[in-house]
C-alpha cells in the first residue's frame, strides 16, 4: 500500500478538521446554554466531516476500507445531510423544537441504507463482492441510492426556502423590531445550499453521460468544505434568541411534531371597540417606546391574547404588527424632530428614543412609511 500527501486529500482533511473542532465547540455551548440548535448543528458539521473521510484515504492511497471492509456503510452520509439541515433550520425559529423518534422518518432512505451495507458487508469480503456482482450491480440499487439523494437534496432545499418565507412573515406579525430575529445569514445559506444541490445534480450528469471518475470528486467535496466553514463560522458568531416559537401554515411546530392551532373564531361588531381599546392603550401607555415590544407581550398587557389583538391589528388597521408599531414610532419621531430643545440631538438618538433598536432598523422602517429616507424627509420639510 503506497501511502502518499497529496492537494487532493487535504481539501476533505480540512472538512473534517473544521467540523471536529467547531462540533466540539457547539456541543459545549448547547449544552452549557441549553442551545438546542447548536446541537442539530453539530450533528451536520459530523456528517460533512465523515463524508469526505473514504475518499481522503482513497486519495491518500489508503485502501483499507474497500479492501477488507467492502459494502460496509463508510460512504452514504449524503442521504442524511439534506433532512439534517432542515431540521437544523426549524431548530434555529424554534426554541420549543427538540429530538423526537418520529423525527427519523426523514432518515428513513439513509437507515434502510446503512442497514442493507452493514447486513451485507458483516458476510465477509467474497460475500460482499459476489452481491455486488450478481444482485446489487443488476438491479440497479446504486443507481437507486443515488436518485433518492438527488430527489433529497431538491426536496429539502424546497422546504427550507418555504420554511424561511414563512418565518420571515412571521416575525412582522410578532416583533416590532425584526433586526434580531431576521437571521440574515438564513438567506445567504439557502443561496449556498443551493449550489450545493446544483453540484450534487450536476456530477449526476456527468456520471451518467460521461462516467465515474474518482479524481473529479474533489469538486463535490470542496462544496462541502466551502458549507462547513460557512455553517460553522457564521452560525457560531449568530447571537441566540430565546423564546421564538416560530407558527408556520396553522401549525406550531413544538417538541419535534406539529399541533393544530385552531383559527382564530372572528370578533364581528367587537372588532370597533378593541380597535378604539388598542387606540387609547397605545396613546396612554405608549407600549412603542420599549424596542423589545413584542405581540404576545402587548397582548399579555393588555388581558389578551396574541390571536384576538393580531385580528385587530391585521384586519381593523390593515396593517401587521410590525409596521402597526413602527408608524407609532416613526409619528412620535416627527414630533421629536420638529421639537426646538431637540435640535442638538443627531437623528439616530431620537430615533432610539422613540422605540427603535438600531439605524438599519429605523431607516427601513421610516422609508417604508413614508417613502423617503429621515434626512430626505427633513429636506422636503425645509
Not at 442539530?40 to 491518500?60: D, E, K, Q, T, V
Not at 469538486?219 to 455553517?231: A, C, E, H, I, P
Not at 396613546?283 to 393588555?302: H, I, Q, R, W, Y
Request: aromatic content about 20%; overall charge neutral; charged content about 15%.
Amino acid at each position: 500500500m503506497d501511502f502518499s500527501l497529496s492537494f487532493y486529500a487535504l481539501i476533505p482533511f480540512l472538512t473534517l478538521l473544521q467540523a471536529v473542532i467547531f462540533s466540539l465547540l457547539l456541543l459545549y455551548r448547547g449544552w452549557q446554554e441549553e442551545r438546542h440548535s447548536d446541537i442539530r448543528l453539530a450533528f451536520l458539521l459530523i456528517l460533512f466531516g465523515l463524508s469526505g473521510i473514504p475518499y481522503m484515504l482513497g486519495m491518500m492511497g489508503i485502501n483499507y476500507l474497500w479492501v477488507e471492509w467492502p459494502f460496509y456503510p463508510w460512504q452514504y452520509f449524503g442521504l442524511a445531510v439534506p433532512p439534517s439541515i432542515y431540521l437544523f433550520l426549524r431548530s434555529l425559529v424554534n426554541s420549543d423544537f427538540r429530538f423526537e423518534t418520529r423525527q427519523l422518518w426523514h432518515y428513513a432512505p439513509y437507515i434502510v441504507n446503512f442497514f442493507y451495507h452493514l447486513l451485507v458487508g458483516i458476510q465477509g469480503v467474497e460475500f460482499a463482492n459476489r452481491w455486488q456482482q450478481q444482485i446489487d450491480g443488476p438491479c440497479y440499487i446504486f443507481a437507486l441510492t443515488e436518485a433518492v439523494e438527488l430527489i433529497q437534496h431538491a426536496l429539502y432545499l424546497v422546504l427550507s426556502i418555504q420554511l424561511y418565507r414563512q418565518y420571515r412573515n412571521w416575525i412582522v406579525k410578532e416583533f416590532s423590531n425584526t433586526g434580531r430575529v431576521e437571521f440574515a445569514w438564513f438567506r445567504v445559506f439557502l443561496f449556498v445550499f443551493g449550489l450545493k444541490v446544483i453540484e450534487v445534480w450536476a456530477f449526476a450528469a456527468y456520471y451518467l453521460f460521461i462516467g465515474a471518475q474518482y479524481d473529479k470528486l474533489w469538486w463535490g467535496l470542496f462544496s462541502d468544505t466551502v458549507m462547513t466553514y460557512f455553517l460553522s463560522i457564521f452560525s457560531y458568531a449568530q447571537p441566540y434568541v430565546r423564546e421564538l416559537h416560530f407558527q408556520a401554515s396553522g401549525q406550531m411546530y413544538g417538541s419535534g411534531g406539529a399541533a393544530v392551532v385552531a383559527p382564530p373564531e372572528p370578533l364581528g361588531p367587537k372588532l370597533e371597540d378593541w380597535k378604539k381599546r388598542v387606540l387609547d392603550f397605545f396613546d396612554a401607555e405608549k407600549p412603542f417606546l420599549d424596542p423589545e415590544l413584542t405581540l404576545s407581550g402587548l397582548a399579555g398587557s393588555m388581558g389578551t391574547n396574541s390571536s384576538v389583538l393580531s385580528q385587530v391589528i391585521n384586519t381593523g388597521f390593515g396593517k401587521n404588527f410590525n409596521d402597526f408599531v413602527n408608524g407609532y414610532r416613526v409619528e412620535a419621531f416627527k414630533q421629536k424632530m420638529a421639537a426646538p430643545e431637540n435640535a442638538h440631538f443627531t437623528l439616530l438618538a431620537l430615533a432610539l428614543e422613540c422605540g427603535f433598536n438600531s439605524k438599519a432598523t429605523f431607516n427601513r422602517a421610516f422609508r417604508k412609511l413614508t417613502g423617503h429616507s429621515p434626512k430626505e424627509f427633513i429636506r422636503r420639510k425645509r
